[in-house]
């Protein structure tokens, strides 16, 4: 465990990266909320940004390039339990009454493979070209607040302490957030739990809360980017009543989260509870596939590959999401560290939601329910949580 | 290099073979188009009965087998083909598990010969069909039915290179998430076999909305009873649960097994 004085050095990295154009945001959001319409949403096009947004394919929402707002899912809503998803139809025009999908924004700025230099014989030498990094900046629309606080925490792994990913700050860099509070809490949901939502509270340009569905938004601003995107959109002021009903939304929201993990020590409970019966029991269950780490907002772990192809005369090295999972992660000379899944699972939820206080000064898990969602057999971690407090050891003891 | 056909003095030899199998594999190297010229320069392609007609004489560098072990004659051939080759690499799921000529392990060989030949008495085959690794050492062993024609060109590069060839033994789950496909049996109901399925495929099957067959056989650490119970939550029974292990991979062990446990 670290000692205090390495948590204080986190939150010094974490003020070196904290992106200038997020400091007015408190002074914004103190300021009167204001209303915009759909069409106003459409003003971010022609403004040099990739949009990427949620849409809908091969029956689920996914995050990609959307051109118009047709492209979001309009009146379209989503059930989701452990190893359960599926659309359904809203009796609304809501573009934004569901939640969190399989994806997550992690895909754009921590691409799932990423080539980092290429290599060719040229006669007696040899030319290495570094990948060049992104230059489009991208646009988010619909950013949840979990999703906000899982790239905070990405911003902490790949830009906090000596070395910044340059591929992660290129991405990073200037990506302007729509964001959107939750209307609607999913079946796997606890950011209530983690303290993560639904209420954006940073990292936004602008916050939008659905308050008549498909068609009017209660704006906040985050930033000055945002302010100047509002001024050109035709708004009006938000009524007192209007500012109401986004925040009964919200409580609405809260209320109804799908699970519920007790966090406050959940940290200190894993760490005594190393040797618990209930790792055993999961590790029947799971099967090593990965999926959990793959669609995590804050798993950030991958393998470097190297290709050379026939002629030996060209090579290149790139990197790709890995996980914790697979027996090739713990590989050392001479095998395996992690060879059983029990000693797996027990790296991927330890670090989740212990050991990444250690090493990155907060939790490494948002709530956003996805590793619940997408485990084809269901394995859920507050439930795995909750089964170790039942029986903790050394209840009491710290 | 450039020009054409023009081979470096000292390339390796190569030699293609096979035993019981459907040429599939084989095929998928001569489906390289692309890559097909580059391998041909940097490779002495020595024998190799789908594409030349060269005999088989000296040793090789590198032996690409095809297929499974079935009769009594194919178990002494690979005796000399190993003695013959210094690296002997399987390709395919009849090489490295028995293939679905396996299927004939779980049941009696004299009786099928007798329904489908005239003259029984003429087939000399064995009552298994067996992996290459069962009867000599392989050093390494390339998964799939058929082989993926990406990983070929990778091993047949990593063995030019003299590196160890990228082709990772995790689930089909880590191919179909870096590509960004929806899970199908999470979204649509679809049973797949990806969480217990060797990776290399790219997982082909769910990006087109299909579940994954096995085709690959067992990833590294399969954990198919626990797979099996979610499946049988998706309606397959216990017959359905025991035909799904026993296809391509039908042999290999932990398909194998979870396919018995499954017997009625
Ligand atoms: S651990 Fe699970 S719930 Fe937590 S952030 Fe990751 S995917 Fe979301
Ligand atoms: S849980 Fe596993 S995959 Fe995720 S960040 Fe930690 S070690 Fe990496
Ligand atoms: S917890 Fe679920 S998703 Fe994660 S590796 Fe195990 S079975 Fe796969
Ligand atoms: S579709 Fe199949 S292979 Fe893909 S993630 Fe789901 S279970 Fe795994
Ligand atoms: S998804 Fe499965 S069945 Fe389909 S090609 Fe890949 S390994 Fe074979």
């Known amino acids: ?398 | 290099m450039s020009g054409q056909g023009h081979r470096t003095p000292s390339a390796p030899r190569l030699a293609v073979w096979k035993f019981a199998s459907c040429d599939g594999c084989q095929l998928s190297l001569l489906d390289c188009e692309d890559e097909l010229l580059a391998v041909a320069q940097a490779l002495d392609i020595a024998y190799f009965p789908e594409a030349t007609r060269a005999p088989i004489r000296g040793n090789y560098d590198l032996s690409l087998v095809e297929g499974s072990i079935t009769t009594p004659h194919d178990a002494e051939r690979i005796q000399d083909v190993r003695r013959r080759s210094r690296a002997l690499v399987t390709i395919g799921a009849c090489a490295t598990s028995g293939g679905v000529q396996a299927l004939r392990n779980f049941a009696n060989v004299c009786e099928y010969a007798s329904i489908v030949y005239a003259r029984p008495d003429y087939i000399h085959t064995l009552a298994t069909s067996t992996p290459i690794s069962d009867h000599v050492k392989v050093d390494f062993e390339l998964r799939g039915c058929p082989i993926d024609k990406g990983q070929l060109i990778e091993v047949i590069s990593a063995f030019l290179a003299g590196r160890k060839p990228a082709t990772p033994s995790h689930s089909v789950c880590l191919q179909c998430k870096l590509k960004g496909n929806v899970c199908v049996m999470v979204a649509h109901g679809t049973p797949c076999l990806g969480p217990v399925t060797h990776a290399g495929c790219g997982a082909l099957c769910p990006s087109y909305d299909r579940g994954c067959y096995g085709c690959f056989g067992p990833m590294e650490t399969p954990n198919a009873p626990s797979l099996s119970a979610r499946l049988s939550s998706l309606g397959m029974d216990e017959r359905a649960l025991q035909r799904v292990y026993r296809t391509f991979n039908a042999q290999a062990e932990a398909f194998r097994e979870e396919s018995e446990r499954h017997d009625e």
């Open chain 1, 1 to 398: 465990m670290r000692t205090e004085t390495q948590r204080s050095v986190v939150r010094d990295n974490d003020e070196r990266i904290s992106n200038p154009r997020f400091e007015t945001m408190d002074k914004g959001m103190a300021e009167a909320r204001s209303i915009v319409d759909a069409a106003g949403l459409e003003a971010l096009r022609g403004q040099g940004y990739a949009l990427i947004g949620p849409t809908v394919r091969d029956e689920a929402i996914v995050y990609d390039e959307i051109a118009t707002l047709d492209d979001l899912p309009r009146g379209v809503g989503d059930e989701q339990d452990g190893g359960h998803y599926r659309l359904t139809r809203r009796n609304d025009e809501a573009l934004f009454g569901y939640v969190v999908g399989p994806q997550s924004w992690k895909k754009l700025l921590h691409p799932p493979v990423l080539r980092l230099w290429r290599a060719r014989r040229e006669g007696d030498e040899l030319r290495v070209e570094a990948e060049p990094a992104r230059v489009e900046k991208f646009a988010f629309i619909g950013a949840r607040s979990c999703e906000l606080h899982a790239i905070a925490i990405q911003d902490r792994v790949f830009l906090g302490g000596a070395y910044a990913d340059p591929h992660y700050r290129a991405r990073r860099e200037d990506v302007f957030i729509v964001a959107v509070n939750c209307g609607v809490a999913g079946g796997a949901c606890f950011c209530v739990s983690m303290d993560t939502g639904p209420k954006a509270t940073m990292g936004f340009d602008i916050a939008l809360t659905e308050i008549v569905a498909g068609s009017s938004f209660l704006v906040e601003i985050g930033t000055d980017a945002g302010r100047a995107l509002l001024d050109s959109l035709p708004h009006r002021a938000a009524s007192a009543s209007e500012t109401e009903e986004a925040e009964a939304i919200l409580a609405h929201t809260a209320e109804n989260m799908g699970r519920s993990l007790e966090a406050g020590d959940v940290r200190e409970l894993l760490a005594r509870n190393l040797d618990h019966p209930r790792w055993d029991d999961v590790a029947a269950r799971c099967l090593a596939c990965t999926n959990c780490t793959m669609v995590c907002p804050t798993c950030f772990c991958t393998s470097v590959e190297d290709a050379s192809d026939l002629t030996g005369l060209e090579s290149e090295r790139s990197r790709r999401w890995d996980s914790c999972f697979t027996l090739d992660f713990s590989y050392i000379h001479g095998g395996s560290v992690r060879q059983s899944v029990k000693s797996r699972y027990r790296q991927w939820m330890t670090h989740k939601l212990s050991t990444w206080y250690d090493q990155f000064g907060s939790s490494g898990c948002v709530g956003c329910g996805r590793c619940i969602v997408w485990c084809p057999v269901g394995i859920d971690l507050t439930e795995e949580a909750r089964a170790i407090r039942e029986s903790d050891a050394q209840k009491g003891a710290t």
